[in-house]
C-alpha cells in the first residue's frame, strides 16, 4: 500500500529499518457448472461470455485474485484450460491493468 519499489541506503556496520505497507489482495470467486459450457465441450455458453465482460470490468477496479471454481467432472481440465485463455486474452486487450493471478479448484459432483 505504499509506493513502491521502496529505496533505502545500506551501510556497512549500521542498523538499518525498512517500513512499509501491505495489504491482502481481494479473492473474486467464480463458481461453475457444467451449464457454463456447451453441452460436451470446452466453448462457454452465450450467456457465461457475456457475463465475463462485467466480471473483467470488476477485476480491473481494484487489484485482486480470480478464483475459478468448477463444480463437475465432465470435461474439467478442458474447460477450466479454455477459460483460463479467453480469460487472459481479454484481460490483455483491456491493457493488462495488472498481474492477473488466476487459481483454478475441480469439485467432483456427487453421482446421481
Same mark, same amino acid.
Given at each position: 500500500?505504499?509506493e513502491?519499489p521502496?529505496?533505502?541506503r ?10 512499509f505497507g501491505v !495489504? ?14 456447451i ?6 455458453? $452465450? ?6 465482460? $462485467? ?9 485482486? &485474485?480470480? !478464483?475459478?471454481i468448477? &463444480?463437475?467432472?465432465?470435461?474439467a481440465d478442458?474447460?477450466l484450460?479454455a ?5 487472459? !486474452?481479454?484481460w490483455a ?7 492477473l $493471478? ?6 467432483s459432483?456427487?453421482?446421481?
Amino acid at each position: 500500500t505504499t509506493e513502491n519499489p521502496r529505496v533505502i541506503r545500506l551501510t556497512a556496520g549500521k542498523s538499518s529499518n525498512l517500513s512499509f505497507g501491505v !495489504r491482502q489482495m481481494d479473492v473474486i470467486e467464480a463458481d461453475l457448472t457444467d451449464d457454463a459450457f456447451i453441452s460436451g465441450s470446452a466453448e462457454l455458453s $452465450d450467456q457465461v461470455t457475456s457475463d465475463l465482460d $462485467d466480471l473483467l470490468q470488476m477485476l480491473a477496479s481494484e487489484p485482486a &485474485r480470480l !478464483r475459478l471454481i468448477y &463444480r463437475g467432472d465432465a470435461l474439467a481440465d478442458q474447460r477450466l484450460a479454455a477459460l483460463r485463455d479467453i480469460i487472459s !486474452r481479454r484481460w490483455a486487450s483491456l491493457g493488462d491493468p495488472y498481474q492477473l $493471478d488466476i487459481e483454478t479448484l475441480t469439485l467432483s459432483t456427487p453421482a446421481e
